[in-house]
């Protein structure tokens, strides 16, 4: 029991995920978060303003159980598992932040500078971007880390292989040459 | 009873996205920096893994629950939408260091501004239903 209050090292992650496409395949379903976006704007009503909306969203909400079980597997780890330590990250990481001012580097589980900041504009807009460029992204590319990186290339697509370059592109664009202009 | 199943692989899921580290922005930023072999380890071994069950389902042909053959929807051929897809969400996923799974775990976990950040995806996903057609694919 002494051991689920330590991180999970990166070889069972990533054993435990796998299991997870696996369970969900086994139930006749398929491991993708990212759709669940679109079944909710669907439920919320987007179908009255466009077609890729309208469809019964009732047919994919299986999904929606399995990501408002993460929402409360989230809530046990941090209460229960010690979940919030903050992460081991590389020490030369650490420095680099804190000249970026992430005074949070190393102390924290996330930037305190970006979720615990709720009266900087500035990192409501950041949040509020990064959202919007998530969802448009991930629906364009029709998948997100769980479909494309995990699922997709599972299965050897070169789709999810393209997808996944990009997804790094992306981010190493967004790390090395943009942060420096927000940061 | 089936939705609850869901429920609970949801609950174990959200489980590992936190103790993986994987749910963490600075595990994000790292991997972008490629100074830790963490992430790259976790895809990595999940991937493996992973191909390895889906060859082995493909070879004996295996049933799921319903006792019906496991179909593995393959993606559309085309590379536009991957590519152009792929960057956007890189961008993103780099600036809050959450992709859609981690999103709703860190609500759970205690991490409340992460709604601004569901109330994007949201924005960003019926954007994308609005301009869809004008897109190239």
């Known amino acids: 029991m002494e051991l689920l209050n330590e991180p999970f090292p990166w070889h069972v992650s990533g054993f435990l995920i796998s299991l997870i496409m696996l369970l969900l395949i086994l139930m006749g379903k398929s491991f993708g978060v990212s759709s669940n976006l679109r079944t909710i704007c669907a439920a919320l009503g987007a179908g009255k303003t466009c077609d890729f909306f309208c469809f019964n969203w009732k047919t994919t909400r299986w999904n929606l159980f399995v990501i408002f079980g993460a929402l409360i597997g989230g809530f046990i780890a941090a209460n229960y598992m010690s979940g919030l330590n903050p992460p081991d990250i590389n020490p030369d990481v650490i420095a680099e932040l804190n000249t970026l001012g992430f005074e949070s580097a190393g102390n924290n589980y996330l930037p305190l500078e970006l979720f615990d900041n709720l009266y900087s504009i500035k990192a409501i807009c950041i949040l509020l971007i990064g959202g919007i460029l998530i969802g448009f992204g991930a629906r364009y590319a029709g998948g997100c880390t769980s479909g494309h990186a995990i699922s997709g290339l599972s299965n050897l697509q070169l789709p999810s292989l393209i997808a996944v370059l990009g997804f790094f592109i992306g981010g190493l664009l967004m790390i090395h040459l943009i942060f420096p202009f927000i940061f | ?137």
């Open chain 2, 1 to 137: 009873m089936r939705n609850l199943y869901c429920l609970l692989v949801g609950v174990f899921f959200g489980i590992i996205m936190i103790k993986s580290e994987a749910a963490s922005w600075f595990r994000i930023y790292e991997m972008f920096t490629f100074k830790s072999f963490h992430m790259y380890g976790i895809i990595g071994t999940a991937v493996c893994l992973g191909a390895l069950y889906i060859q082995l389902i493909k070879r004996f042909k295996l049933k799921n629950i319903d006792k019906k053959p496991i179909i593995i929807k393959e993606k559309n051929k085309s590379q536009y939408r991957y590519l152009f897809g792929g960057i956007i969400f890189g961008l993103g996923w780099a600036l809050v260091g959450a992709c859609p799974g981690p999103m709703f775990t860190l609500i759970g976990a205690g991490y409340f501004s992460v709604l601004i950040v569901i109330i994007g995806a949201l924005l960003g996903t019926w954007l994308y239903g609005l301009l869809k057609n004008k897109l190239p694919h």
